[in-house]
């Protein structure tokens, strides 16, 4: 089973419902609590997250970027899903998941770290500069 956990761009209607697809899905809020969920660093999740098998599924296109944040997906060889922006509905965001089911799980088993943009068309390799890392 494909595990997914989500960061918090990623709302908990949105990972009910990836749940109800039969994906194995974790939130910060899960693995940190609600009020530390809120807190904890992105280097930390996506470190702990990666490490225990999780593809990263967020919205928050800027950790590819944040020089340390891309510093973690690249030495915790991270898989994160992202969406290109956070401005599309809850229903078009689980429609992407649906409508792509067969690209994340054939994504999924390539070693990481990479990042793919769910687009309404297709899964797209985003480039992620590991080399000056």
């Not at 899905?25 to 807190?39: F, H, K, S």
């Not at 290109?84 to 229903?91: E, F, L």
């Not at 088993?109 to 687009?119: A, K, N, Y």
Request: hydrophobic content about 45%.
């Amino acid at each position: 089973m494909l595990k997914l956990f989500c960061d918090r761009s990623i709302s908990w209607r949105i990972a009910t419902a990836v749940r109800e697809l039969g994906f194995e899905v974790q939130t910060l809020a899960e693995r940190y609590g609600e009020q530390q969920g809120q807190l904890v660093a992105d280097v930390r999740w996506i470190a702990e997250a990666a490490r225990d098998g999780y593809v990263l599924l967020g919205a928050d296109g800027r950790i590819r970027r944040n020089p340390a944040e891309r510093r973690m997906l690249c030495l915790s060889a991270a898989r994160y899903l992202v969406y290109p922006n956070n401005n599309i509905s809850t229903v078009e965001k689980l429609a992407r998941i649906q409508d792509h089911r067969a690209a994340i799980e054939a994504a999924a088993e390539i070693p990481g770290p990479w990042v793919r943009h769910l687009t309404a068309r297709e899964l797209t390799p985003v480039v992620l500069d590991c080399d000056s890392v």
